[in-house]
């Protein structure tokens, strides 16, 4: 391939094998992890709509554990703030990776994920404002619609666009990791309570000392542990969503593998942890979130309510062109072209997966209305009907690329010498493709 300046770059190459094996390691556990959710959320949504919605309700508000700390907290809450944080610290790890040995490592490789990201955030929170600007009461759900819910996301991909190339996989798993960390700066900053100065300094003592315990090697668990769930108190009693705490850890926690070291701290903690992330605190979070009662509820009066208008259509609409109008951008500012096999229609397909909206898209909703009000009913009701129909309009688009992403597989699994490394990462083809721009 030639070198210097006369080198084109190409968006969505083909990704290094080391990359592609990993990166199919993730996916499967968040697609079961997503067929998990789904489940919940189904279970909270029938129980909700029974003769017995009192009982679900009833159990989500039942209230558990210590008042120091303000810690006498609803099954509810515990799982808004408690297990969430462990999704939110395996968000951390993923992004820690990604900005210092993966993809977002160099200015030019994450220049078009991370663009694409605020893109797809930034578009779905103005038209939302611009839907509800003149009612007060429903501007603080402008967070609502800008998170992609990577677990719903995947598994979707994984029933229309089993072919997909890794690519666009690794870009839709990096965009969304980018949209957690920003969406939960959004909740530390816009959604967060009246603070208390005495609890932020001690929980970032704390981010000192497990810093200094990282840099110096420190491993036993008995040590991290007792030090986590106190930083996850201090950041709950300071008035700041305590889910915060999981991503600061995160972000806190080595990456880079020492002289001999198989695995660094965060590859181990990440391969231990998504696991539960995924398939216990993600999906009772879930149940705890989903139920909402439709019986009885006037689809127009749903429909003719500002919030429920802003959250349908800045997933639909904005997270779609929010993402797919900044990459096309990006691509030509770079003077790029799309990897082999690729057209503007995929791209325009991975925009409208990301406009599936679920589990921050819940939490948000929870932190901007009050529960039991009409405006918390109707987001919620936005939140599955947005998810759903961006959904389906994704599967319609790709599902029209099938055949071209078949080749395209075949093409990457031919395996002539049987190693279980496919030939064009060996035969002299540029195994990292070009890097995205």
Same mark, same amino acid.
Do not use: H
């Given at each position: 391939m030639p070198s210097g300046s006369s080198q084109l770059r190409v968006a969505f190459g083909r990704l290094p094998w080391s990359e592609r094996t990993r990166l199919s390691t993730v996916l499967k556990r968040e697609v079961v992890g997503g067929i998990l959710l789904l489940?919940?959320?189904?279970?909270?949504?029938?129980?909700?709509?029974?003769?017995?919605?009192?009982?679900?309700? /009833?159990?989500g508000a039942i209230s558990v554990g210590p008042h120091w700390f303000d810690l006498h907290l609803s099954l509810a809450q515990w799982a808004a703030e408690g297990l969430l944080a462990i999704f939110f610290f395996?968000?951390?790890?993923?992004?820690?990776?990604?900005?210092?040995?993966?993809?977002?490592?160099?200015?030019?490789?994450?220049?078009?994920?991370?663009?694409?990201?605020?893109?797809?955030?930034?578009?779905?929170?103005?038209?939302?404002?611009?839907?509800?600007w003149s009612y007060s009461s429903a501007r603080n759900g402008w967070g609502i619609p800008i998170a992609t819910d990577i677990a719903f996301a995947l598994a979707v991909l994984a029933l229309v666009g089993r072919g997909l190339p890794p690519a666009l996989r690794a870009f839709l798993l990096t965009l969304a990791v980018v949209d957690d960390l920003v969406a939960i700066v959004i909740i530390a900053i816009f959604y967060s309570k009246t603070l208390e100065p005495k609890w932020l300094l001690a929980a970032l003592l704390l981010v000192v000392c497990y810093v200094g315990l990282q840099r110096l090697r420190v491993r036993r668990a008995v040590i991290y542990v007792p030090l986590a769930l106190a930083l996850w108190g201090c950041v709950h009693a300071s008035g700041v969503h305590a889910t915060v705490a999981g991503v600061v850890l995160g972000l806190a926690t080595r990456v880079v593998r020492d002289a001999g070291e198989e695995r660094s701290p965060a590859e181990r903690l990440e391969e231990r942890i998504r696991p539960i992330s995924a398939g216990i605190a993600v999906p009772i979070f879930a149940f705890f979130a989903a139920g909402v009662t439709v019986v009885g509820i006037s689809i127009s009066a749903v429909i003719a309510d500002p919030v429920s208008r802003g959250i349908g259509l800045g997933?639909?609409?904005?997270?779609?062109?929010?993402?797919?109008?900044?990459?096309?951008?990006?691509?030509?500012?770079?003077?790029?072209?799309?990897?082999?096999g690729l057209n503007w229609l995929d791209i325009f397909g991975v925009s409208l997966i990301a406009g599936i909206g679920f589990t921050v898209a819940l939490l948000i909703a929870q932190l901007s209305f009050a529960l039991g009000t009409a405006q918390a009913t109707d987001a919620k009701i936005a939140i599955f009907a947005g998810s759903l129909c961006a959904a389906l309009l994704a599967a319609t688009v790709l599902g029209r690329r099938?055949?071209?992403?078949?080749?395209?597989?075949?093409?990457?699994?031919?395996?002539?010498?049987? /190693?279980?490394?496919?030939?064009?990462?060996?035969?002299?083809? /540029?195994?990292?493709?070009?890097?995205?721009?």
């Open positions: 489940l919940a959320a189904t279970i909270a949504l029938i129980w909700a709509n029974t003769p017995w919605r009192n009982s679900y309700f /009833d159990f395996v968000a951390g790890l993923e992004l820690k990776r990604e900005l210092v040995v993966g993809s977002l490592r160099k200015p030019s490789d994450a220049l078009l994920p991370v663009a694409a990201a605020v893109g797809g955030m930034v578009l779905p929170a103005l038209l939302y404002l611009s839907l509800t997933l639909v609409v904005g997270k779609c062109l929010g993402i797919f109008l900044t990459t096309y951008v990006v691509v030509r500012f770079t003077r790029a072209k799309l990897g082999e099938a055949r071209a992403y078949r080749v395209l597989a075949l093409t990457e699994d031919i395996d002539r010498n049987g /190693d279980g490394i496919g030939d064009v990462y060996q035969d002299g083809v /540029d195994s990292a493709g070009v890097q995205d721009a």
